[in-house]
């Protein structure tokens, strides 16, 4: 069984999500969020995931090597609004 190939450009935008197992890369314009769980099992299955983490994995790696990066990122500017529903 094949997994289905879906576009995951990392960085590209604020929607796209790769689930790999009940793991999940979730896309940002500045960082990948990473939530869940995966076994990665001694079988097909678990050699198909491991193919697919690590190619997600090398292409976040590829993407932030050929950027400039900053040390750090500022904190997110944050915004408080009076709730509608009070």
Do not use: C, W
């Amino acid at each position: 069984m094949k997994p289905k190939k879906t576009a995951f450009t990392p960085y590209a935008n604020e929607a796209d999500v790769l689930e790999v197992g009940k793991l999940m890369l979730e896309n940002r314009v500045d960082r990948i969020t990473i939530s869940g769980d995966v076994d990665l099992t001694a079988d097909q299955r678990g050699l198909a995931a491991a193919r697919r983490l690590h190619e997600a994995l090398g292409a976040i790696v590829a993407a932030l090597e050929a950027r400039e990066l900053p040390e750090r990122l500022p904190a997110p500017d944050v915004k408080s609004v009076d709730n509608p529903f009070a």
